[in-house]
């Protein structure tokens, strides 16, 4: 199974926890990630406390998958790096790695969108008690799929330019 063509977001999960091992396969796709300069400005909070996961649900308007899943992430950057403009971008590379690798895993998951809301990285801080020193980027709601649908086919022809 080829991930990049099967992965959908995934919003309704099944009440079965994901086992740590998968976990542990999950950030280790996250941080074989490519960053500038090979920076890898990466830190990850797991969350599997219910009550953590509803708070955490409230953090965004769009972050309602979080009340049904048992496995929540928060992708998180720090601020000593060598390029801070660039740690929104790495992290999109980290969290669409991890993304893949839940599907290949059998899994389910969607990206939900934080930073870079201020308000929402803020509401995260709060609830995870994250230190000054790193930003909350992107949580994301993980478990078993109730339903996987087909991927749409996006590829469209007239958004290519070729150079020859
Ligand atoms: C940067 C980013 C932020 C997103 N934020 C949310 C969100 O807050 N809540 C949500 O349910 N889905 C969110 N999504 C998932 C998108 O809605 C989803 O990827 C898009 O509709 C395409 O569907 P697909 O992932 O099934 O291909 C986000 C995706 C990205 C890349």
Redesign the pocket.
Known sequence: MNSIFH???I?EFLDKEVEEEKIEQILKAAMAAPSARNQQPWEFYVITNKEVLKELAKC?P??G?LNNAPLGFAACYRHDIMCPNYAHIDL?ASVENMLLEIDNLGLGA????IAPVEERMEKVREVLQIPDTLSAF?LISCGYPVKVNP??DRFDKTRIHYVK
């Not at 969607?110 to 969108?113: A, D, E, F, R």
């Open positions: 992965r959908t977001s919003r965004s769009y972050a998958s999109s969607v990206w939900l969108g992107a991927q749409q």
